[in-house]
Nanobody, 123 residues
Framework: QVQLVESGGGSVQAGGSLTLTCAAS????????MGWFRQAPGKEREAVAA????????YYADSVKGRFIISQDNSKNMLYLQMNSLKPEDTAMYYC????????????????RGQGTQVTVSS
């Protein structure tokens, strides 16, 4: 059984940092394109960052450019999201997702995803 499991969420003050981790387990899973999404209560889901597994293409939402960094360790089947200079508006449930392909924006679909990890940023 293939699973994506997120960890690393928590509560921080504005200006702080967190690193989210996504661990993929199982024999095979669609992972040519992987990314992080977030959804806050009452708001639409947003693609935050994504990366081709070959590492040559990345995507960042305008709201996180210059603050968040997506990276991966294919040998360990791990995906990371380093989040710096966090703001209260970054508060959301963060999900790791994987897909066979990236779309035209270099973002994976949301169909294959983990259960999420909560990030709360206080002012």
């Amino acid at each position: 059984q293939v699973q994506l499991v997120e960890s690393g969420g928590g509560s921080v003050q504005a200006g702080g940092s967190l690193t989210l981790t996504c661990a993929a387990s199982g024999d095979t899973y669609p992972r040519n394109c992987m990314g992080w999404f977030r959804q806050a209560p009452g708001k639409e889901r947003e693609a935050v960052a994504a990366i081709h597994t070959d590492g040559r293409e990345t995507y960042y939402a305008d709201s996180v450019k210059g603050r968040f960094i997506i990276s991966q360790d294919n040998s360990k089947n791990m995906l990371y999201l380093q989040m710096n200079s966090l703001k209260p508006e970054d508060t959301a449930m963060y999900y790791c997702a994987a897909d066979l392909f990236c779309d035209s924006d270099n973002v994976p679909g949301f169909g294959f995803r983990g259960q999420g990890t909560q990030v709360t940023v206080s002012s």
